[in-house]
């Protein structure tokens, strides 16, 4: 059985091989998933594209382009980082559209997860890049010294910012796919229990949860696509200040 905000998902399938938690199978299968869909890709390249390499040509194009606009002539050192970074939470967020499985990003741990290991690189880039002046981020502007209480006050109130940054970032990501994931968990067991009521089979209100679920399943596509782009862009910006840190 599994514990916490897992057992709120019941439309998910609970899959456990040992001591192996269920959302890090789903999220090697969407790895596995993205690796074979890549390297089809790959390997029979056309000047005609099919519709996946169409799709697939215009996705890279426009993440590389993004990348150069924020970050300039380095951006292509992070191109991998980015695409796998989008193409990953995409189709995480997309699993759970899939009626019977769950998406690996609604799960807080995995979130986290990627939210810090973002974190961890940027900060690594940013000492690479700037040495020990990328410290400076935290001074803010040179005030006189009998301001330094505002100046301490500006310091502490930049630190904070700072290292709040991955917390913003997993939360973010887990709150909007959790709750998809709970809204259709919540339309299917309503759906499930008034087709299975007698008293309630002639109730107009039956069919409610039935009609609400292709809406829900649509906003859950929006969100998903919206939220693998944000943790993208919000990546890039952070990366960006890294390394052009006198720039921004």
Known sequence: MSSGHESLVPESVIIKI????????????????????????????????????????MLLQYITGLADELIGPEAYKFYPLFIGLFIFILISNL????????SPTSDLNLTFGLAGMVFLYFVVLGFRYNGIHYLKQFAGP??????FPISLLIMITEVISFL???????????????SKELFLTILASLTLTFLFSHELKDNIFTLMPLLLRPFILI????????????????????????????EH
């Open 142 to 147: 040179k005030l006189p010294w009998f301001l």
């Open 164 to 178: 709040t940054r991955p917390l913003s970032l997993g939360l973010r990501l887990f709150c909007n796919i959790f």
């Open 95 to 102: 699993l759970g559209l899939v009626p019977g499985l769950k």
């Open 219 to 246: 906003l859950g596509l929006i969100i998903g696509f919206i939220q693998a782009l944000v943790f993208m862009v919000l990546a890039m910006s952070y990366i960006a200040g890294a390394v052009r840190m006198e």
């Open 18 to 57: 040992g001591n192996i938690p269920d959302t890090l199978i789903f999220a090697w299968a969407v790895w596995i998933f993205i690796a074979v869909i890549s390297i089809a890709i790959a390997r029979k390249p056309s000047l005609v594209p099919s519709k996946v390499q169409a799709v697939y040509e």
